[in-house]
């Protein structure tokens, strides 16, 4: 474990966003470093594959939701 420093206006942003996912801020912050080191890694891939791969390999049932057309 280390400390990361980064730029303020970054800080902020992570602060923000935390709140809406309901994560801590470091929490936010490892979020965002990792699907960032997985989208450098997997160019090819978009993120909702990243996502799907990721909650895949977790053991998590994700079936796609169907959408009301109106």
């Known amino acids: 474990m280390g400390i990361v420093n980064i730029d303020g206006d ?4 992570v602060r923000k966003a935390s709140t809406v996912s309901c994560r801590s801020i470091n929490a ?14 997997n160019p090819a891939l978009s993120f909702t594959e990243i996502i799907r791969r990721e909650m895949c390999s977790a053991g998590v049932s994700a079936h796609p939701v169907a959408v009301n057309e109106a």
């Open 10 to 13: 970054l800080h902020d942003q």
């Open 28 to 41: 936010q912050a490892e979020y965002w470093i990792k699907i960032g080191m997985l989208c450098e890694t």
